[in-house]
């Protein structure tokens, strides 16, 4: 089983940056798919992004595409998302969550079978 841990996140003006961190315990990533979600007050977990551990292949919710990068580094056993030109409506719970790797990447929470406690992103106007 593999525990995860975010940080990062903040209060920022809209237009700013934040990077947030997804650090795993217990297990490496090396046979996991890691994402990130978010969930605003109010809505349904919404995915934002993913990666395979084993080839970097990466998939974008299209509202965050060159805006926000996903990306790990092995020694670290980490995963980041760098997130630039905030807007409001990125203020949200980030969530860390992962899969199998051998099930591929996937965007709908369900598919994911382990979680972080999430970490808080606000973006003032």
């Known amino acids: 089983q593999v525990q995860l841990v975010e940080s990062g996140g903040g209060l920022v003006q809209a237009g700013g940056s934040l990077r947030l961190s997804c650090a795993a315990s217990g297990r490496t990533f090396s046979n996991y798919v890691v994402a990130w979600f978010r969930q605003a007050p109010g809505k349904e977990r919404e995915f934002v992004a993913t990666?395979?551990?084993?080839?970097?292949?990466?998939w974008y919710l299209d509202s965050v595409k060159g805006r926000f990068t996903i990306s790990k580094d092995n020694a670290e056993n980490t995963v980041y998302l760098k997130m630039n030109s905030l807007k409001p409506e990125d203020t949200a719970v980030y969530y860390c969550a992962a899969r199998p790797a051998l099930y591929g990447l996937a965007r709908f929470p369900s598919n994911y079978e382990y979680w972080g406690q999430g970490t808080q992103v606000t973006v003032s106007s």
């Open positions: 990666i395979s551990w084993s080839n970097g292949m990466t």
